[in-house]
C-alpha cells in the first residue's frame, strides 16, 4: 500500500492538447443556420407584408362571408359541385392565410437559433429581461396563424356540406350561415 502522495497522484489533464478546444465547426454552423432561418423569415415576412397579400389575408373572411350570404339569398348562384368550392377555396384560403403562417414558423426557429447561438457563445439571451416576452409573441403568432387556417378550413367545410343538402333546406342554411359566421 503505498503511502507516498507521489505514489498514488495522477496528472492532470492538458487542456492545450488537440481536441480539448472549443469546436468552431459547430458555432459556424450554427451561424450558417442562423443566417439560412433569417432569410427565411425575412422573405415570408415581406411576403405576408407585401400589399396585395394583405389586402387577401384581410379580405378572406369577408369573402367567405359574401360567399355564403349570395348562397342563402340566391341559391342558384352557390356552386353545385365540390371541386368548385374546392378549387376555388383551399387555394385561396393557403395563399391568403400560409405566408403569416410561414413567417411565424420561421421567425420561431430563427429565435431559436439565435438563443442557442448566443448560448454556445457563452452569453445566454435567454436570460436577458423581455427574451420570455419575445417567445410568447412568437407563440401567439404561431398560435394566432393556426387558428386562422383553422377556422378558414371549417367554414369551407360548411360550404362544402351545403353542396350535399337539397338547395335552401333548413340545412343548407345552416351550413352557410356558420360559414358567414366563421367568416
Known amino acids: ?11 492532470l489533464p492538458n487542456p492545450y492538447i488537440p481536441g480539448s478546444e472549443e469546436n468552431l465547426g459547430a458555432i459556424e454552423k450554427l451561424n450558417n443556420i442562423l443566417d439560412s432561418r433569417e432569410s427565411t423569415r425575412i422573405y415570408w415576412g415581406r411576403l405576408s407584408w407585401w400589399g396585395p397579400m394583405r389586402i387577401l389575408r384581410q379580405s378572406f373572411g369577408i369573402l367567405i362571408f359574401l360567399a355564403a350570404f349570395v348562397g342563402i339569398v340566391a341559391p342558384i348562384l352557390a356552386p353545385t359541385s365540390l371541386w368548385q368550392v374546392l378549387a376555388l377555396w383551399l387555394p385561396l384560403l393557403f395563399l391568403a392565410l400560409g405566408p403569416s ?11 431559436e437559433a439565435r438563443f442557442e447561438l448566443s448560448a454556445r457563445q457563452g452569453n445566454d439571451h435567454r436570460a436577458t429581461p423581455g427574451s420570455d416576452r419575445i417567445i ?29 343538402n337539397e338547395k ?10 356558420i360559414a358567414m359566421v366563421i367568416g
Open 101 to 111: 403562417l410561414m413567417g411565424a414558423e420561421a421567425a420561431m426557429k430563427a429565435a
Open 1 to 11: 500500500m503505498p503511502t507516498d502522495i507521489a505514489d498514488t497522484a495522477q496528472p
Open 136 to 164: 410568447e409573441s412568437l407563440r401567439d403568432s404561431r398560435r394566432n396563424g393556426w387558428l386562422q387556417i383553422t377556422l378558414g378550413l371549417f367554414a369551407i367545410g360548411m360550404m362544402t356540406f351545403s353542396i350535399f
Open 168 to 177: 335552401a333546406s333548413i340545412s343548407w342554411n345552416m351550413a352557410l350561415l
